[in-house]
């Protein structure tokens, strides 16, 4: 339908002398369909307002455009226009503009009730509580939100190995089901800017940890290793060097346990072993073999001093 308008707009248009400003606003709507804001937005800079009687249409166009380029200025302007126009239509196209307008300044978006189902989705968007996790350095949790106020954080300490020996392509999802009473809970408040910081306590900052942040039925959780670890993977020859991240000193004597997923879908245990001096080891050959048919390779990697972590590599 888009074409066909198009190539009649282009066939009309080859045949008059000069573009007329009603001709430019046809150009301009049939190029913004074409997704070509660029281009539609240069020929409705040219069109005089006052020389065309189809302003309402103009005035919501100018609105779309300017929406479109980010100039929220130009966008409320011409929005303005049409927000208390007698025509429903209208009157909620113009509005829903200046809703957008205010969501993206931080502003509660009004809207008016009778609205269609697209915009009651969007409305009901507007309004439904959300927020994100993320972890700072591993010492802290930053959380963002929009219409909260409060949210719960627990902490539950992980003990890895056992974990990964249970799944270990699914170490962090394996933990929820150990979940016993959190080790760290606390309710955060959110302030007006839709922030809250949480400083992981010292006892578990250097710990496998499990972090779940609460609120409105909704929950995310994110897994820190909290560990000094370095660890450097050689994909192409199936081995690992461990090195301390703060001095980059090789660590020996490092713990290492293997689990490989085989084509047929089965996960089964490799081998496991210790770093040499030079913090190396080599996870993927065997007396009997190598891993080079294995799917994907799951590796368990401890230390006493410096902690532990999960990686996940492709075979050699």
């Known amino acids: 339908q888009v074409i066909a308008r198009r190539e009649e707009l282009l066939q009309r248009l080859c045949l008059v002398p000069r573009l007329e400003p009603r001709d ?3 150009l301009a709507y049939t190029l913004t369909l074409q997704d070509r804001l660029t281009d539609a937005s240069a020929q409705f800079a040219r069109i005089d307002r006052a020389a065309i009687a189809a302003r309402l249409q103009y005035d919501y166009l100018g609105a779309y455009l300017a929406l479109g380029r980010g100039d929220l200025a130009t966008a409320a302007r011409f929005a303005a226009l049409g927000k208390d126009h007698p025509v ?3 009157r909620l196209r ?3 503009v200046l809703a957008q307008l205010d969501e993206i300044a931080g502003r509660p978006a ?3 009730a009778a609205l269609g ?15 994100q996790a993320r972890l700072n350095e591993g010492t802290s ?3 963002t939100a929009s219409n909260l106020t409060r949210c719960t954080v627990r902490m539950h300490r992980l003990d890895l190995e056992p974990l990964f020996s249970q799944a270990p392509f699914a170490t962090a999802s394996a933990a929820r089901s150990t979940w016993v009473r959190a080790a760290f809970e606390q309710e955060v408040a959110i302030d007006a800017k839709g922030q809250a910081s949480v400083v992981i306590p010292a006892t578990l900052q250097h710990q496998a940890v499990a972090i779940e942040v609460a609120a409105a039925g909704q929950s995310q959780v994110l897994t820190t ?3 000094a670890l370095d660890v450097r993977l050689a994909p192409g020859s199936g081995q690992l060097q461990v090195l301390h991240a703060k001095t980059g000193k090789p660590l020996s004597a490092t713990y290492v346990k293997v689990y490989i997923e085989r084509p047929d879908g089965r996960v089964v245990f490799h081998k496991d072993g210790y770093t040499d001096l030079r913090g190396r080891f080599d996870y993927a050959s065997l007396g009997t073999g190598s ?3 294995a799917k994907r390779i799951a590796l368990f990697i401890s230390h006493d001093e410096a902690g532990a972590t999960v990686r996940e590599v492709l075979p050699p």
Request: net charge negative; no cysteine.
């Open 117 to 131: 189902d697209a915009r009651r989705q969007d409305t009901q968007a507007a309004n439904t509580p959300t927020f």
């Open 110 to 112: 009004t809207r008016e």
């Open 24 to 26: 430019r606003l046809e």
């Open 291 to 293: 891993v080079g048919a």
């Open 141 to 143: 949790l930053v959380i």
């Open 88 to 90: 429903a239509h209208w």
């Open 94 to 96: 113009f509005g829903e």
């Open 225 to 227: 290793f909290a560990d």
